[in-house]
């Protein structure tokens, strides 16, 4: 079945930092990529999403590309900030009616 | 504009009692989630509705039923729970068309701890 694996955490960085973290996906066909972001205490918020190979998704200074050819969606971002911190899950959604598969979840600590 | 809202925000239950977890959106949107939170596992999905009338079941549906009499509510219901079902759970409710590639937005979440 599809599935979604991303990198363990906690990742902590500082702030400046380069952030990356890695996403590999398995499914069939051509699912929708997608970032969510959940900040203490609060509900998802989508960050960002691709819906067809080599599509980049940005937001935020956050930044992923749909990689068909290694099953990937890695988010990325150049220079972070204390009020990243959170937990990022990558997500695909195929086959009708959008419904999301997720991975486990990585948490952000950036520290001044 | 709530966007979507839950209630309760937390509960306490025992075993084997029982209980409805109302989700509302008023954004007019078509279909409904619900997931629930486990640590190290993501969200994953129970039920879901793509229209007022309908329901369907998700990954973990065992356990849960649902129903979705209006369009904007969307109630999750445990009739006896257990303790496997402590959790958080989440609401979401996303628009209809654009293939796979619509958002979904969630509501704020309800802590379940089953005693």
């Known amino acids: 079945g599809d599935s979604v694996t991303q990198m363990e955490g906690p990742v902590t960085l500082s702030e400046e930092a380069f952030l990356t973290i890695n996403c590999t996906y398995t499914a069939t066909g051509y699912p929708s990529l997608f970032w969510y972001v959940q900040y203490p205490g609060e509900g998802l918020q989508l960050l960002l999403k691709a819906t067809k190979a080599d599509d980049k998704g940005s937001n935020k200074g956050f930044e992923a590309t749909y990689r068909k050819e290694t099953t990937s969606f890695h988010l990325e971002k150049g220079s972070v900030q204390v009020s990243d911190s959170a937990v990022y899950f990558c997500a695909l959604a195929r086959g009708g009616y959008n419904k999301l598969i997720f991975g486990a979840g990585t948490r952000l600590a950036v520290h001044p | 504009n709530a966007g979507v809202t839950q209630t309760p925000k937390f509960r306490v239950l025992k075993t084997g009692q029982s209980m409805t977890l109302l989700c509302a959106q008023d954004m007019n949107h078509e279909y409904m989630y619900w997931y629930r939170q486990d640590p190290g596992m993501g969200l994953r999905l129970i039920h879901y509705?793509?229209?007022?009338?309908?329901?369907a079941k998700g990954e973990v549906p065992d356990g849960y039923n649902v129903s979705r009499l209006k369009k904007q509510n969307f109630l999750l219901g445990l009739e006896s729970a257990a303790p496997s079902q402590t959790s958080v759970y989440f609401c979401a409710s996303g628009r209809t068309g654009g293939g796979n590639g619509n958002e979904q937005f969630f509501g704020p979440g309800t802590r379940l701890t089953v005693l």
């Open positions: 509705s793509v229209g007022e009338g309908t329901t």
